[in-house]
């Protein structure tokens, strides 16, 4: 039959579309249907094929509901344990602007504030948005550092309380530290050190009220250590101005009053003290024209003091004795070694006379001039000798009138045994004590004072007798030797030790020269090493043993104009 339709037909067969049913009531029992056909039973077959397919959809549906959920678990726990890193690729605007201005304020050094824009309030702040972020646990552990750094930094300059506040910060960032807590030890120290600093300004205060400048409880020296301990302290820097200008109108007037010890003895504590003092170089200039004056007048009396010694004129009335001339030059040097010098041979040439006094048996005169040279020369072993002779010769029995016994010896008195022994012991003593340096100290003790001892005993002794004149030549070569090892304080205690026991004896002027370049060599060196206060101690050591050393006149030329 064609599938066509007939266009003529009038009525067309209708279509029948196929239907389902009712799928709602697939699974309820079957109704048989009553067809009037008879009734067939089929046995029910074991299903297979695409029959069995169902039960095993139904175990796949199961599984994979299962795959899902543990996959779903998977992923939230990674999600939980990356939080942060995922938190990072989230684009997150309050938190990076915070974290950024708070990089840059670190980098500023605006470490601690309280007005919201310094590196720590704003760290701070970032790590309020996400408490486990690393970058604002990292920055605040580095602002930590800064102030740990920086409270060092306030120890040093003696800022002690902004210290403490810096440390307290940096203590509280970084949860402590070793480094931290020798920070709080050192402001301590500086603190219990500032106490005793304030007791210090109060006693420098005092005495500088009561005039007292120099030394070492002087307001000069404890304004000094002050100093050392706080180089800030404006009270101290104030109070040494004040010591400064007090001891430049010292040295001014005493120079006004030709008082040259005084006046030195000023201009070099306030150079001391005060190197940079404006009043300095006018001082100096002043005390080098009182000096040319005053050495042009010592030359003239030193070269009248020696004339004098030559022609015999010693002591005597008038002022053209060398006595009398060698005094005036140490009026105007009181330090001048040759005037000390011609003093000491001022006093040889009154025990030559004493001994010549002795000679002729006028013990009267001998004594006179004994006693003229004691003052000028206690301590000359010529003159210790001398007495001893004196001694002996005023404790010998009178000799008999007679002129043919006038030649006869005058017989010493006796010694016993157990006063020979006294001064055997005696000068055994001395010669210990000269081995060990002991010349003129400790009093009673010293060779010098065991040696006279021994002659008090026995005046005829030749073994103190001895000793005692041969005490200068111990001395020189004990002068040698210190000045080779370097110890130029002993080489200078023996120096004087010899000016002592033989003044006016010609090695001295060899020996002060020597000295003298020792202390300048030392002066050129602590002034190298920046050392102007040492060199300028050394150079007055020198000036004193040889005042017209041009080394010493160009020396004191850098130190005055800083060179």
Aim: with cysteine; net charge neutral.
């Amino acid at each position: 039959m064609s599938g066509r339709r007939d266009q003529h037909d009038e009525h067309p067969p209708v279509r029948t579309e196929p239907t389902l049913g009712d799928l709602d009531r697939l699974d309820a029992p079957r109704t048989p249907a009553v067809d009037g056909l008879p009734q067939v039973s089929v046995e029910p077959r074991r299903p297979h094929g695409r029959a069995a397919v169902a039960p095993r959809r139904k175990r796949r549906r199961g599984g994979i509901v299962l795959l899902s959920l543990l996959a779903i678990i998977a992923v939230a726990c990674g999600l939980w344990l990356n939080q942060n890193r995922l938190r990072g690729m989230v684009p997150r605007t309050d938190f990076n602007t915070v974290l950024a201005q708070a990089q840059q304020a670190l980098q500023d050094g605006r470490l601690d504030g309280q007005d919201g824009t310094s590196a720590r309030e704003l760290f701070q702040a970032a790590a309020a948005l996400e408490p486990d972020n690393d970058r604002a646990r990292d920055g605040l552990r580095q602002v930590g550092q800064a102030m740990l750094a920086q409270g060092d930094a306030a120890l040093q300059a003696g800022q002690l309380a902004q210290a403490a506040q810096q440390a307290a910060v940096a203590r509280e960032l970084l949860g402590g530290g070793s480094d931290i807590d020798r920070l709080d030890r050192a402001i301590a120290a500086a603190r219990a050190a500032q106490v005793h600093t304030t007791d210090l300004v109060d006693q420098a205060q005092q005495a500088l009220a009561a005039g007292k400048l120099d030394g070492p409880e002087g307001a000069g020296a404890l304004y000094q250590r002050v100093l050392r301990a706080d180089p800030g302290n404006a009270v101290a820097a104030h109070g040494l101005d004040q010591v400064g200008y007090a001891l430049a109108v010292q040295a001014r007037a005493a120079l006004d009053a030709k008082d040259n010890t005084t006046a030195d003895a000023r201009i070099e504590q306030l150079a001391a003290l005060q190197p940079n003092n404006g009043a300095l170089p006018a001082l100096r200039a002043l005390q080098a024209q009182t000096r040319r004056q005053d050495n042009d007048a010592l030359a003239v009396a030193l070269k009248a003091g020696q004339e004098a010694l030559r022609t015999g004129r010693i002591v005597g009335d008038g002022d053209d004795t060398a006595l009398a001339r060698f005094q005036a030059a140490l009026k105007l040097d009181p330090d001048n070694a040759q005037a000390h010098a011609g003093l000491g041979k001022v006093a040889q040439a009154l025990t030559v006379q004493a001994s010549a006094a002795l000679d002729d048996g006028d013990t009267a005169q001998a004594a006179k001039l004994l006693d003229q040279a004691a003052e000028l020369a206690p301590k000359s072993a010529d003159l210790a000798a001398a007495r001893a002779r004196l001694e002996r010769a005023s404790a010998a029995p009178a000799a008999p009138a007679a002129a043919d016994n006038a030649s006869m010896p005058v017989a010493p008195p006796s010694v016993t045994p157990q006063q020979s022994a006294a001064v055997a012991r005696l000068v055994q003593r001395a010669q210990v004590a000269t081995r060990n340096g002991d010349i003129m100290m400790p009093p009673g003790d010293s060779a010098y004072d065991l040696y006279r001892s021994a002659l008090a005993i026995d005046g005829n002794s030749a073994a103190a007798l001895q000793g005692l004149q041969a005490l200068p030549r111990q001395v020189e070569s004990q002068f040698n030797q210190a000045l080779a090892a370097g110890n130029l304080g002993k080489a200078g205690d023996m120096l004087a030790n010899l000016a002592e026991l033989a003044p006016g004896d010609a090695a001295q002027g060899a020996l002060s020269n020597r000295l003298a370049g020792a202390w300048l060599d030392q002066a050129e060196q602590q002034l190298a090493r920046g050392d102007r206060i040492g060199a300028g101690q050394s150079l007055e050591r020198a000036r004193k043993l040889a005042p017209s050393s041009p080394r010493v006149l160009d020396l004191g030329a850098r130190l005055q104009g800083g060179g």
